[in-house]
């Protein structure tokens, strides 16, 4: 039933096992020059910690701490240990660089093995990954768990459509890995093409890297004709395999025998009681080579409180409601653009793209949604599409609290982005970017 | 000095092996349906195979049978043994799969770490993947290779340029894996950019994928100020990691405990006498999953006579001048592109880029060279761009025995490539295409 028998250990053998690793890794820690200078300091080693929640006695790692420490800071073993390293960002903007060795590459191989099997993936199953290679952790990552759980692993890549489906129809594929606007994309691909959803084979797809809405994950399901499962990752945890939902689709496991997760107040950094939202914070327990401790993720979500239907013991995280940096705030409020995705997904006039383009009026920031409809409503009289305006824009004040400016435009006019879509077109300049800081 | 021990192995030792590998890979693929068939027909099973040369027992395998053993009518064991499949080709044109088992998986990397380490890399060098990964073995074969030698593997894949001198500063990279097109292209960009070739630590390029000249690499290595190493390999057979060259630059080793390699004549299929130009035939001799048995490389070049000096008994196959199916008749003779870039990159005033124009004038077929040349000769006075126009004519009429229009352009002029150079636009209308046969 389970890819490893730790997937239902009892919460109490998990405690000691967390004890244990988080022992490991603050006693690897002390080899890197960023923690071991913390840890120093603090007076702390591996004898601090003798509970899962003793982590809170260690301070946060954030970003910047990370830039800060580009390309080395964190390594805990020497150079020729590390066989891989990926990099999140290019040539603007300060990079940060997660490092592994041979260990750490297999044991995240592993626990993407794990995912996939927990969606019903198997050994022999035929497996295509859609997603683009490179420094990207989701394409590598995915291929090595595909190989290790040991599925035909077709490695077709990002984008070109039309071989997509040729590979998914004459390998017989049973799961593939897509982000989920090319999810979308291709679904309307399928449709031009004269393909109905039932006539691939295929049963699974893993959809993670972009934030999505519930109502997204249903609509890849219909379009594409198979079962969609959540992923949760990030290259600074490796990559995709940190949380993934299991065959009951309610909530991503998180892997606590790798993990310890918290969620915390991201303003107050409290620990919050299980349910409530806040910023997910994680520490590696399986890592040889540059573990982190607490690391912010800068990701809101909540823990779903209770048990799940498939035994697996560890805790469920909650889809990714937004990140706490890009807030947006706008004539006071507090808005995150996944609530805007979350109210335009609710309505089914609404097609698959939309921008939200922030601007200036008068010295006021303000807000513009920009709306793909579909070719039917589009099509119609001045009053359907007016009574569509009004509901649009009423349905999003209610979700954001603000009114927004809303535009219908026809589908297909919004550019459809292959890799991560953008969603935010920003065009306010502010009086810190005009003097340059 | 060795990756491995049969580097070096007796040539009577070499026989042996082959022998028992050969008699293997004649059981195996008596499961397979294309070669059970086959072998059947003829009576032949492993204890027909006494020697390496018994090979020669054997039909040819070419790539219209795998087109037409397309998707899996060479598999010689069940499904589920299958972890990965690399697809040649697009959406057009009868495409050919290869299958590889977890075994196969690790063969090869085992024999692509071994090339690394022939060149000069090692375990805790840093080594940047400069090559597109996805379906394009070179990508994922060269990054498992130098996972297993142990290198920090960089998996910058292709393009974006001012990223990858990012990468290669910012990690002190000693080595590259790049394709020769991109090798040129990059060279130019760090020009621009002021840098001199011996700014960068990098030390070693992987170059191949891509036929090129001796001149081309010479100045692949100026431009980058490395060492460039030729790499032989095609899907067919793995991918990368077949034949490579060794700290001597003299030829690339092919590796006959994974081999059997034969040069024929390609229009009678005999076999040729070491250090005459033929066809390479090649028959794998550890590979699990999808064995092939005198394969039709379709690519033409010799064995190099002789031993080499680094000690390695495998015998080396000397540059790739031509493809058997890439030959353009014009005029009565046989052409070879890779003819007419040895004899453009001989004249320092040429710029890397050309481009060979096939066109129809007069029913009659023509050749057309573009060449791109230096800023400073294109800036000269007419005088001197008509004396290089002259040469060059000269030149390429002593090599292809066909006078060709030339035509000098700006340097820059013909779009670089970044994926596999297109080096030929054949514009022809034959009467077979215009029937639509």
Redesign the interface.
């Known amino acids: 039933m389970f890819y490893d028998a730790v997937e239902g250990i009892s919460r109490d053998s998990l405690a000691a096992l967390q004890t244990e690793r988080l022992r490991r890794s603050v006693a690897t820690c002390l080899a890197s020059p960023f923690y071991g200078k913390r840890l120093r300091a603090l007076g702390l080693g591996p004898e601090n910690f003798n509970s899962p929640d003793d982590v809170r006695k260690l301070p946060f790692t954030v970003k910047d701490d990370l830039r800060a420490g580009?390309?080395d800071g964190f390594l805990c073993q020497p150079?020729?240990a590390?066989?891989?390293?990926?990099?999140s960002s290019?040539?603007t903007g300060a990079?940060t660089?997660v490092?592994y060795t041979?260990n750490d590459?297999d044991s995240w191989s592993h626990l993407v093995a794990r995912c996939m099997h927990a969606v019903g993936l198997r050994?022999?199953d035929v497996f295509q990954n859609m997603s683009?290679?490179?420094?990207f952790t989701g394409?590598?990552g995915i291929?090595y768990g595909?190989?290790r759980l040991?599925?035909?692993?077709?490695?077709?890549?990002a984008g070109?459509s039309?071989?997509q489906l040729?590979?998914l129809r004459?390998?017989g594929v049973d799961g593939v890995h897509i982000i989920p606007s090319y999810a979308l994309h291709f679904g309307h691909f399928l449709q031009q093409e004269g393909i109905e959803p039932g006539d691939l084979k295929w049963r699974f797809a893993l959809i993670g890297a972009e934030p999505h809405t519930e109502r997204a994950r249903r609509r890849i399901e219909e379009l594409l004709g198979l079962k969609a499962f959540n992923s949760y990752g990030l290259t600074e945890m490796n990559g995709p395999g940190v949380a993934f939902e299991c065959a009951a689709q309610a909530g991503m496991h998180v892997w606590e025998d790798a993990y310890i997760a918290e969620i915390v107040d991201p303003v107050s950094g409290e620990a919050l009681p299980d349910g409530e939202v806040g910023e997910l914070v994680m520490t590696t327990l399986c890592r040889d080579g540059m573990p982190l401790l607490r690391y912010r993720t800068r990701d809101l979500t909540r823990f779903i409180p209770g048990e799940c239907a498939c035994g697996r013991t560890h805790r469920r995280l909650d889809r990714i409601t937004g990140r706490t940096d890009d807030m947006i705030i706008i004539k006071g409020c507090n808005v995150f653009p996944m609530q805007i995705e979350q109210a335009l997904m609710a309505m089914p006039e609404v097609a698959p793209n939309y921008l939200i383009e922030l601007y200036q009026e008068n010295d006021m920031d303000q807000i513009r949604v920009k709306v793909e409809i579909q070719d039917e409503v589009f099509a119609a009289d001045d009053r359907t599409r007016a009574a569509l305006h009004k509901r649009l824009v009423a349905r999003l004040r209610d979700e954001i609290l603000v009114t927004p400016a809303v535009e219908l435009v026809r589908r297909g006019s919004i550019p459809p982005a292959e890799g991560k879509a953008v969603r935010v077109d920003d065009r306010r300049v502010h009086e810190d970017c005009r003097s340059g800081a």
């Open positions: 580009y390309p150079r020729d590390f066989i891989r390293l990926h990099v290019g040539t990079p660089a490092y041979a590459v050994r022999g683009g290679y490179g420094l394409g590598l291929h595909a190989e040991g599925c035909l692993t077709v490695p077709a890549g070109n039309k071989r040729k590979l004459d390998f």
